[in-house]
Each structure stands twice: as structure tokens, then as C-alpha cells.
């Protein structure tokens, strides 16, 4: 199986590689578009700032190419946020594979960013296949999801918002999995296994 992890001024390709290590399998960190569209599957991670990653996407092409898959696609944290119509972030207008706006956690007697562990409820679709309901992962964001259609995990801090989308063959988790131990590489090898 070909795996590739788009490369771009945003991606954690380093931690998502190694945690593939771990079960067994290799991929290709690449910003070329025929390498991108000729995996099996295709990571679309991200840790940092909404407008400037969108920028370098679509400098690239990228943007096109990410919306054009017909693989299985799983959008990490910032991945999948730009996988949304549109963040608060920088004012951006994202990729739109998800017809979800993302928005600032609002101020609130809790810390932003949520950052560290929380659990995920009414988990739904292959991605969570025996991963049990209130697992623990970790996250660290200041924007968030908006509860949708395609919402298939949720999670609450501050107020409740999707952990998780599926529309198609396109996957999003705003947690990190490759930085959430067992129950985040189970994620990881159902994705690999959709």
C-alpha cells in the first residue's frame, strides 16, 4: 500500500511517519501532486495558522489536488480544519470538502488552546471500528468544527464540537492520533484498512 503525507508549511509529516513506523508501515512525505494522487491513501496533517497554510496550498496547487482524491483521505488538527468551507483563522476561506464552518473558541473561564487529553462521544463509521466510546486523545487547537451532518465524533471543552468528519471518501480528526497511543494508532490502522 502506498501511503503518502502531503508536505506543506503547516505539516507534523515527522510525528504521523513515525506512528505508521510503529504499525508496520512506510510512507512518502511529498508536495507533488502526481506522487500525491497515486497513493492508496493520503494524510493531510497540520499543525499552525489557517491563512498562511492556505496560501501555500493553493501556490502549490495543492488546494485542487487535495480536493480532487478519490482515495481515502485523513485530515489531522489544522489538516482538517482547512478541509472545512471557511475558518475565523486569518479569515480563510478553506478547501470545502466539509460544508462546516470552523471558529474561535469563544472566552470562557477555561484556557484557549485546548490543549491535552479529552475524551470523544457517539462515535460513529469505520474510522472508531473497537475504539470505545469516552477513549482519551490529544489535542491541541484554539479553533474548532461546528457540530454538522458529517459530524461521526464529538468532543466537549467549552462547548461541544466535532472531534471528527466524514464526507466520502475524506476523513478529518481534530485530535492528534499519532500522539494519542493505542486507541490513536487504532485510528490510524482503520484508516489505513477503509
Not at 74 to 92: A, D, V
Not at 120 to 139: E, H, I, R, T
Amino acid at each position: 500500500m502506498k501511503i503518502v503525507i502531503v508536505k506543506y508549511n503547516a505539516g507534523n509529516a515527522t510525528s504521523v511517519r513515525f506512528a505508521l513506523q510503529r504499525l508496520g508501515a512506510d510512507a512518502v512525505v511529498s508536495n507533488e501532486p502526481e506522487i500525491i494522487k497515486s497513493a492508496d491513501r493520503v494524510i493531510f496533517p497540520g499543525v499552525g495558522e489557517a491563512s498562511s497554510a492556505m496560501q501555500f496550498l493553493r501556490k502549490a496547487g495543492l488546494d485542487n489536488v487535495i480536493k480532487e482524491l478519490r482515495q481515502p483521505v485523513l485530515g489531522i488538527c489544522l489538516g482538517m480544519q482547512l478541509m472545512c468551507s471557511q475558518s475565523e483563522e486569518g479569515n480563510t476561506e478553506a478547501l470545502g470538502i466539509f460544508p462546516v464552518q470552523v471558529k474561535k473558541f469563544p472566552e470562557a473561564e477555561f484556557k484557549v488552546p485546548h490543549m491535552g487529553w479529552n475524551t470523544l462521544s457517539n462515535l460513529k463509521g469505520p474510522l472508531f471500528a473497537g475504539v470505545p466510546d469516552q477513549a482519551f486523545m490529544y489535542y491541541v487547537h484554539s479553533f474548532y468544527a461546528e457540530q454538522c451532518a458529517y459530524t461521526i465524533a464529538s468532543t466537549e471543552y467549552i462547548l461541544n464540537y466535532s472531534a471528527a468528519l466524514q464526507k466520502d471518501n475524506y476523513f478529518g480528526v481534530q485530535f492528534h492520533p499519532e500522539k494519542s497511543g493505542a486507541e490513536g494508532e487504532r485510528i490510524i490502522k482503520n484508516f489505513l484498512e477503509v
